[in-house]
């Protein structure tokens, strides 16, 4: 599928360098099944998971479930159940989706809904709110490997925000969107290089309206020694 360009993106840019903390998230993973989903839902009165797709829960335009993120997949559909855990995809399930082709494979593949959206993350909130039926974002937490997509999406409307590392590097990433990747690589290298603006940036991370923070109520999960 070739993605069309992200004018909501780059409408959304001028924005973040403004408020570059938008592009902060609550919480920072290698891969999804670092999450604690259940303290999520009793802690954080999270009621609904969003995944991005493609380097969160698969290898680029594929559709089986990245083997680093089987248990978490497993996890969160265990926390939430399958209504209340979806697919927000800036390809599948767009107007780059012709008929939807690609959003039906993946539900029928991954046997997860795929939301359709008009209009590209970080826009996207009504159908996402109407999917789930609720309608308070700060319910919802959205995953995804993009800061200024996923994470700009989560924080402009007040939702739990989870950025994760991509699944896939080197050959086994040679699927992905060429400039997607060029700009994951810089977006990551600007937030989290040990450097006065990435710290600044970090340490004015917007606060979600109920989780206190990790130290309070952590949701990074770490396995028994026995897993």
């Not at 996207?124 to 999917?131: A, D, K, M, P, Y």
């Not at 937490?141 to 402009?156: E, Q």
């Not at 937030?191 to 206190?212: A, C, E, F, M, Q």
Request: glycine share 6%; aromatic share 6%; proline share 6%.
């Amino acid at each position: 599928m070739v993605q069309s360009i992200n004018t909501r993106a780059l409408l959304t840019l001028a924005s973040v360098m403004r408020r570059p903390y938008l592009m902060s998230p609550h919480v920072h993973v290698a891969n999804i099944s670092e999450l604690n989903y259940h303290m999520m839902r009793d802690k954080c009165n999270i009621r609904a998971v969003i995944f991005d797709k493609d380097n969160t829960l698969t290898a680029p335009y594929e559709t089986a479930t990245h083997p680093d993120a089987a248990r978490g997949l497993e996890n969160a559909l265990d926390a939430f159940g399958k209504d209340y855990v979806a697919i927000l995809s800036n390809s599948a399930g767009t107007k780059d989706d012709p008929g939807y082709e690609d959003a039906i494979k993946i539900e029928h593949d991954m046997d997860i809904p795929v939301i359709r959206h008009d209009e590209k993350k970080p826009g996207g909130l009504q159908e996402v709110l109407e999917h789930f039926n609720l309608q308070d974002p700060s319910q919802l937490c959205m995953v995804g490997d993009r800061l200024l997509t996923d994470v700009v999406f989560g924080n402009l409307h007040g939702m739990l925000t989870v950025h994760t590392l991509p699944l896939c590097k080197g050959e086994d990433n040679k699927k992905d969107n060429k400039i997607a990747n060029v700009i994951r690589t810089a977006e990551n290298k600007f937030l989290y290089s040990n450097w006065i603006g990435g710290r600044t940036v970090r340490d004015k991370t917007l606060p979600h309206k109920v989780w206190p923070g990790e130290k309070e109520c952590p949701l990074i999960y770490v396995p028994a020694q026995d897993e």
